[in-house]
Nanobody, 114 residues
Framework: QVQLVESGGGLVQAGGSLRLSCAAS????????MGWYRQAPGKQRELVAT??????TNLADSVKGRFTISRDAKNTVYLQMTSLKPEETGVYYC?????????WGQGTQVTVSS
């Protein structure tokens, strides 16, 4: 089992920055990839960024050049978001993928005001 706890969401003006954190605990040795997804009101959840156990990263085209995903040695993954846009408002979820399944955090709200 893997537990994920997100933090760092909030209200920010358009053009501003936020950093989200996702702390993983439990069977962290089994995690192959971690990522951030977001769900805007009335829309499907979409991929924002992922980082593999080996450190390879993948970013959605819409956030390239503005968002960065990284991790530290304590099993925490970060999403640094800059130049935020109002359409990026939503709940941001952390996900961990393992060989046997996937785990999701509870989500953290990001609101970008225009």
């Amino acid at each position: 089992q893997v537990q994920l706890v997100e933090s760092g969401g909030g209200l920010v003006q358009a053009g501003g920055s936020l950093r989200l954190s996702c702390a993983a605990s439990g069977s962290v040795f089994s995690i192959l990839v971690m990522g951030w997804y977001r769900q805007a009101p009335g829309k499907q959840r979409e991929l924002v960024a992922t980082i593999s156990r080996g450190g390879s990263t993948n970013l959605a085209d819409s956030v390239k050049g503005r968002f960065t995903i990284s991790r530290d040695a304590k099993n925490t993954v970060y999403l640094q978001m800059t130049s935020l846009k109002p359409e990026e408002t939503g709940v941001y979820y952390c996900r961990a993928g393992t060989l046997t399944g996937e785990y999701w955090g509870q989500g953290t709200q990001v609101t970008v005001s225009s």
